[in-house]
T-cell receptor
């Protein structure tokens, strides 16, 4: 089983619909991130959380919200989806305790808003 | 100005070639420098990381950091078709543990 699991893997939704992307991890890491990836733009940070009570906006948070339900779960919501939110979304984790510099990524969720 | 700049490519080379991938950055406070590899339909995976300036070698891969020029490189020797992927550079402000990614360079190694 993957250490960082994202659900769903693919989703097509209509403009104006609310949608939630879920992420769970078994690595025991305290820090979790949501990124979106677009061709030519790379990975852009949407939100990040350094622990359950700490939520921070990234560079492109408008139109998104998040919830850290537990240390292992971090969900991303699009309250009213629009076509330019069509992208590949990645959840990632990292561990502050060991000073490790690595971010571990899920397999991604391909979201299409029509 | 973006924090991290990376040529998106695509870069196409014959098998066995030496590949050079590069990034520039603007924030002199970055302390850790990483290269991630992303295969199609997969999440990025850490390939190598270096701390501060200098070189680090791992098999066919060499990561190089020049902090004075704010420039990092990844060299791949004897490139293989299995190296075909998108390579993303990433940088870290250690105290904040926020990762800053380049846009990725798509590499195709032809048999």
């Amino acid at each position: 089983d993957a250490d960082v699991t994202q659900t769903p893997r693919n989703r097509i939704t209509k403009t104006g619909k609310r949608i939630m992307l879920e992420c769970s991890q078994t690595k025991g890491h305290d820090r979790m991130y949501w990124y979106r990836q677009d061709p030519g733009l790379g990975l852009r940070l949407i939100y990040y959380s350094f622990d359950v009570k700490d939520i921070n906006k990234g560079e492109i948070s408008d139109g998104y919200s998040v919830s850290r339900q537990a240390q292992a779960k971090f969900s991303l919501s699009l309250e009213s989806a629009i076509p330019n939110q069509t992208a590949l979304y990645f959840c990632a984790t990292s561990d502050s305790g060991t000073g490790v510099t690595e971010a571990f990524f899920g397999q991604g969720t391909r979201l299409t808003v029509v | 100005q973006k924090e991290v700049e990376q040529d998106p490519g695509p870069l196409s080379v014959p098998e066995g070639a030496i590949v050079s991938l590069n990034c520039t950055y603007s924030n002199s406070a970055f302390q850790y420098f990483m290269w991630y590899r992303q295969y199609s339909r997969k999440g990025p995976e850490l390939l190598m990381y270096t701390y501060s300036s200098g070189n680090k070698e791992d098999g066919r891969f060499t990561a190089q950091v020049d902090k004075s020029s704010k420039y990092i490189s990844l060299f791949i020797r004897d490139s293989q078709p299995s190296d075909s992927a998108t390579y993303l550079c990433a940088m870290l402000l250690y105290n904040f543990n926020k990762f800053y990614f380049g846009s990725g360079t798509k590499l195709n190694v032809k048999p």
